[in-house]
């Protein structure tokens, strides 16, 4: 009895880690998508907070600010906030020459690991956020302030308007718009299926 007792709680075991193994199956690509969505909002949040941050700063100081963004090498992209040092606004010129010094530490989204970056997802362009009957364009170009990387606030309110566009690489996009007259950012989440903003 003992012999048919140990087999049949064999059989019982080997049933119960295939069902296991189909469920972690079943669920491990929608728990993927999950995770990355996630990702990318609060990568989106991290460059929110470093523009609600330098809209902060020029109000505070008086002075206008600029967040400037850079891509390095590897696609990898970084962003500092640097103070307007002789009264002509944040430039890149005066930023690498130092005229325009660092105001916080320089910053990039390398702690939300290798797929999340500044970009889009392959396949159809999605839909402006401005317009959405366009498509957007220029899609190797994620960061947009008036066709610069630059992102302006100046001491009382007002900033140059734009767009910075977060993704997994793979399925997810989110951008952080930035309103011209209120120098508000705020973050939207593009549904491909949909193909709208929200």
Sequence with gaps: MRGADAGFQLVELIVTVAVAAALIG?????LASAAAGLE???AAGEVQSALRLARAFAATHAVHV????????GGQVRWGLYRDGDGDGVRTDDIDSG?????????????????????????????DPADSR?????????????????ASFGPLTGSTPG????????HHLAVVRVASATARARI???DAVHETWR
Aim: net charge positive; aromatic share 10%; no cysteine.
């Design 26 to 30: 079943i669920a491990t690509p929608p």
């Design 40 to 42: 990318v909002r609060l």
């Design 66 to 73: 600029g967040v400037k963004f850079r891509t390095g090498p």
């Design 99 to 127: 005229v325009d010094p660092l105001a916080a530490p320089v910053r990039t989204l390398a702690h939300f690991g290798r797929r999340v970056r500044f970009g889009f997802p392959p396949g159809r362009p999605p839909r």
């Design 134 to 150: 366009r498509r957007l364009d220029r899609l190797d170009d994620p960061i947009r302030f008036n066709r610069s990387d630059i």
């Design 163 to 170: 767009s910075v566009f977060v993704t997994d690489g793979a």
């Design 188 to 190: 939207l989440r593009y």
